[in-house]
Every structure is written in structure tokens, then in C-alpha cells.
């Protein structure tokens, strides 16, 4: 049973801080709304993913040691995004199979560790976000999101408590073509999916396009922008939030109207 006002970690995310902060304000004002008390612990580094993911275990090791110690004490860990939520659930634990000790307080930091829409539904058992929305949107399952931490109709639950109209693409699980370090790697591939995903958004005829992943969302108003779409990006946060009058869609301009309207 959940104590009274749950003492909640919120971390960031690299891509949050240095692209898209109004991300990390709008989980602070949902996690608040849902009755926890907010902090951000100051000395929260990158989730080690990128490092993680070319092979360099050593440099995601030495981060990991840092953020279960910047994160002891709080009774949840939550993330706005399933890639760095997938990391630090998954595949943290065992950068330390060879360490028993540090490996029974990855688990640990593990077990506390959720990504936001997911903690917010499934935790805290929230079915009214705090934000309004009549519009039509769709939404993208990103594949860490989805296939990692089983992240599929909880975003869709609030989107539709908080007014909105979902209009599915035919393939929403299909990768964006990011995959973090996968795009350097392959970048022809990566451009090809992408445009693949811009045409599948662009078929449903919304006007605003919703994930959980700020790397995918980049990854999505970039190619959009570039095939001159008038889709508009957010973070889903952005919109259960009610935050979308405070920052322009990712990638356009400030001033531009938005796809949807604030109830």
C-alpha cells in the first residue's frame, strides 16, 4: 500500500535537460498532482545507455555506481522516457553479475525505478491527468517503451481521460529509426524509417503527434519537418500536464498555433 505522500526521484534524462526541460517540469506538476513529493537529485548523471550500447561497460559501470548512490532514500525513481526507464530497469543490474554486493543494490535501485506514464497509472493508479485536450492525436510506442517495460495503453488511457481523440497509425509499434546510437551507425537505414513513420502519422490526418521518448520525437519532427509536414510533435507529459501553452512544439517556432485546445 502506498504511504500517504510517496517521496519520488524524478530523473531527468540527458536528452530532457539539454533539449526539451518543459518535459522534466511537466512530470513534476503530474507526479504532484498524483499526491507525491518531487525531488531532483543534483548529482543525476547520463543512464549510461549510450555507453552501455557501444560496448564500453566500463564508463557504464563507473556512471551506474553514481546514480544508485544519488538515488538511495527515495521511495520511487521515475523517468520520462522508456529508453532511459528500459536502461536503468533492464539492463543496469547486470553491468554487476560479477559483484554480488553492488548487484543486490542495482536490483534494488531497480525495483524502485519507473518510467512516468507507466508510475502514474500503474502505481499511482491516476485516470484524470490534470491537462485538458480536445484534439485529435496519435501515438507512437517506442520500442524500448513498449518492449521493455510494457508500455502500451497506459499513455492511451490518459490521453483519452483527458479528452483527447487517438487516431492509431497502421504500424504505431514500428521503430522511428533512432535507436540511439543506431542512427550513427546506420544512417541511411535510419533516414528510411523515419521517412516510413512520417508517412504512417501523416495517414491518420492528426495534427499532433505523441510518444514517451524524447529521442524519438526528435528523431520524428525532424524527418516530419524536413518532408514539409504540419504534424506537430510533444512529449505526451507536455499535454497530460496541461503544459502545452508553456512551450512551442518540438522543433517549430514559438507563436505558432497549436493542433489541439486546452479545455
Not at 126 to 135: L, Q, S
Not at 212 to 226: E, H, Q, V, Y
Request: charged share 20%; with cysteine.
Amino acid at each position: 500500500m502506498l504511504q500517504a505522500r510517496p517521496r519520488v526521484a524524478l530523473f531527468v534524462t540527458c536528452l530532457v535537460d539539454l533539449y526539451r526541460p518543459t518535459v522534466g517540469f511537466a512530470a513534476i506538476r503530474l507526479l504532484e498532482a498524483a499526491g507525491c513529493q518531487v525531488e531532483v537529485p543534483r548529482a543525476q548523471t547520463c543512464c549510461g545507455q549510450p555507453a552501455y550500447n557501444t560496448g564500453d561497460r566500463a564508463t557504464a559501470r563507473d556512471l551506474a555506481r553514481g546514480i544508485i548512490d544519488a538515488f538511495r532514500g527515495f521511495d520511487y525513481v521515475v523517468v520520462p522516457s522508456g529508453s532511459c526507464g528500459g536502461m536503468l530497469r533492464e539492463h543496469l543490474p547486470h553491468l554487476f553479475d560479477d559483484d554480488p554486493n553492488l548487484r543486490a543494490a542495482a536490483n534494488e535501485f531497480a525495483s524502485r525505478t519507473y518510467e512516468l506514464v507507466s508510475f502514474l497509472t500503474d502505481v499511482l493508479g491516476m485516470t484524470e491527468p490534470p491537462g485538458d485536450w480536445d484534439g485529435t492525436v496519435t501515438y507512437h510506442d517506442s520500442c524500448a517503451g513498449l518492449r521493455e517495460l510494457g508500455i502500451k495503453s497506459q499513455p492511451r488511457r490518459l490521453l483519452e481521460a483527458a479528452g483527447a481523440t487517438i487516431a492509431e497509425m497502421r504500424d504505431p509499434e514500428v521503430c522511428c529509426g533512432f535507436g540511439g546510437t543506431f542512427c550513427v551507425k546506420y544512417p541511411d537505414i535510419s533516414v528510411r524509417m523515419a521517412s516510413d513513420k512520417a508517412q504512417d502519422v501523416a495517414a491518420t490526418g492528426a495534427p499532433l503527434l505523441l510518444a514517451g521518448d524524447l529521442g524519438c520525437l526528435l528523431n520524428m519532427a525532424g524527418r516530419l519537418s524536413r518532408e514539409g509536414s504540419k504534424v506537430q510533435v510533444r512529449h505526451v507529459a507536455e499535454v497530460l500536464a496541461g503544459m502545452t501553452g508553456e512551450v512551442s512544439p518540438i522543433g517549430q517556432a514559438s507563436g505558432e498555433p497549436a493542433a489541439g485546445r486546452r479545455g
